[in-house]
T-cell receptor, first 113, second 117 residues
Framework: AQSVTQLDSHVSVSEGTPVLLRCNYS??????LFWYVQHPNKGLQLLLK??????LVKGINGFEAEFKKSETSFHLTKPSAHMSDAAEYFC???????????FGTGTSLTVIP | SAVISQKPSRDICQRGTSLTIQCQVDSQVTMMFWYRQQPGQSLTLIAT?????????ESGFVIDKFPISRPNLTFSTLTVSNMSPEDSSIYLC??????????????FGSGTRLTVV
């Protein structure tokens, strides 16, 4: 079975400081992992994805995530937070070639000016 | 990636009534998915809708409450039947990005915000 655990429901950072959103996964198979962002009253947008290629994945808007199999983690990072990064972030796992997509409970990111 | 048009974008409905949500994709896709996002919650998969077959429902969701149609490879509807305030949620449709099996992620519609009063 596949599942993801987002370790923090809320994260607050000051503008210009680093962002770390934590995600641990559980998968019986080689997983595909994704991070999505949902801005208030907006649709879901794919930030980045890991599909068994390079373990360090770069996404849009300066975000990146590192797949660590030994730690079963896929944490999302950004060196310097911007006000526009304030949103809800979802870590998602799916089976490779599978059609099941499992969402974490989400992390709400607040950026303080 | 596919572009999804979902409507209505929002609605306020009386309890006991039904609402049908439409999802139109600009390309042919085999699989379409319907999700529910309750207030302050994450997304939960309701069902998978494949063209030419009955939809497959996840645990906790039944066809009588959430009937789904999939008449062709670009269109699907989800009906929320006999609504109660507990059905107040955002409902989203989704397709595999690139039309595959989800290896490249999924594209989501902008959602239907349903309020039941």
């Amino acid at each position: 079975a596949q599942s993801v655990t987002q370790l923090d429901s809320h994260v607050s950072v000051s503008e210009g400081t680093p962002v770390l959103l934590r995600c641990n996964y559980s998968s019986s198979y080689s997983p595909s992992l994704f991070w999505y962002v949902q801005h208030p009253n907006k649709g879901l947008q794919l930030l980045l994805k890991y599909t068994s290629a390079a373990t360090l994945v770069k996404g849009i808007n300066g975000f990146e995530a590192e797949f660590k199999k030994s730690e079963t983690s896929f944490h999302l990072t950004k060196p310097s937070a911007h006000m526009s990064d304030a949103a809800e972030y979802f870590c998602v796992v799916s089976r490779n070639t599978g059609n099941q997509f499992y969402f974490g409970t989400g992390t709400s990111l607040t950026v303080i000016p | 990636s596919a572009v999804i048009s979902q409507k209505p974008s929002r609605d306020i409905c009386q309890r006991g009534t039904s609402l049908t949500i439409q999802c139109q994709v600009d390309s042919q896709v085999t699989m379409m998915f319907w999700y529910r996002q309750q207030p302050g919650q994450s997304l939960t998969l309701i069902a998978t809708a494949n063209q030419g077959s009955e939809a497959t429902y996840e645990s906790g969701f039944v066809i009588d409450k959430f009937p789904i149609s999939r008449p062709n490879l670009t269109f699907s509807t989800l009906t929320v039947s006999n609504m109660s305030p507990e059905d107040s949620s955002i409902y989203l449709c989704s397709v595999p990005t690139g039309g595959g099996f989800g290896d490249y992620g999924y594209t989501f519609g902008s959602g239907t915000r349903l309020t039941v009063v």
